[in-house]
C-alpha cells in the first residue's frame, strides 16, 4: 500500500476508537500484531499486547480503567510503511475519579495492509498520578494541556 493509502487506514482506525467500534477496529491489525505502550505498575492497560486478542485485551482494560474525555489526533505523517500520530488527550480515571491530560505519540508499521506494530507514547507521570489511590483533588482536565 502507499503511504497515502497507510495513512487513510491509520485515520479511520481512530475514528472508530472514537466512535466505540473496537470490533472493527481489531480487523485493522494482524493476528500476530505487537502493541506497545509505556509500562507502569498502576495502568491496568500498561505495557506489551500480542495479537488481536491481546489488543482487543487492551482496550477492554482500557474501557475498564478510564473515560476518554478529549481523543485528538492533531498530526499525521506517513513515509513508506510508516504512520506516526501526535495528539492530545484527556481521561478520567474510574477508580480515583481523578483525570489528567497527556500529549501523545503513535508509531504504526503496516504490512499488506495492516497494521503489525503499534507504539505509544504518553505522560506515564500524569497518568500514574491520576490512578494513584488517596491523592487529594486534581484540575480539571478541561485545563489546557502543558509541555
Not at 474501557?63 to 498530526?75: E, G, K, M, Y
Amino acid at each position: 500500500m502507499s503511504a497515502a493509502e497507510n495513512k487513510t487506514l491509520v485515520m479511520e482506525g481512530y475514528r472508530q476508537f472514537q466512535s466505540g467500534d473496537i470490533q472493527h477496529l481489531l480487523e485493522r491489525y494482524h493476528d500476530d500484531a505487537e502493541w506497545t505502550g509505556p509500562e507502569s505498575d498502576l495502568a491496568p492497560f500498561a505495557g506489551k499486547f500480542h495479537g488481536r486478542q491481546g489488543i482487543a485485551q487492551f482496550f477492554s482494560k482500557l474501557a475498564d480503567s478510564v473515560q476518554p474525555i478529549r481523543f485528538q489526533p492533531l498530526t499525521v505523517v506517513a513515509e513508506g510503511d510508516s504512520v506516526v500520530v501526535t495528539g492530545e488527550a484527556s481521561w478520567r480515571v474510574k477508580s480515583t475519579g481523578r483525570s489528567y491530560d497527556s500529549a501523545w505519540v503513535h508509531v504504526f508499521t503496516l504490512r499488506e495492509g495492516k497494521v503489525a506494530t503499534f507504539q505509544s507514547y504518553y505522560d506515564t507521570a500524569a497518568c500514574e498520578k491520576a490512578f494513584q489511590p488517596g491523592l487529594g483533588a486534581q484540575p480539571s482536565a478541561t485545563a489546557p494541556l502543558h509541555h
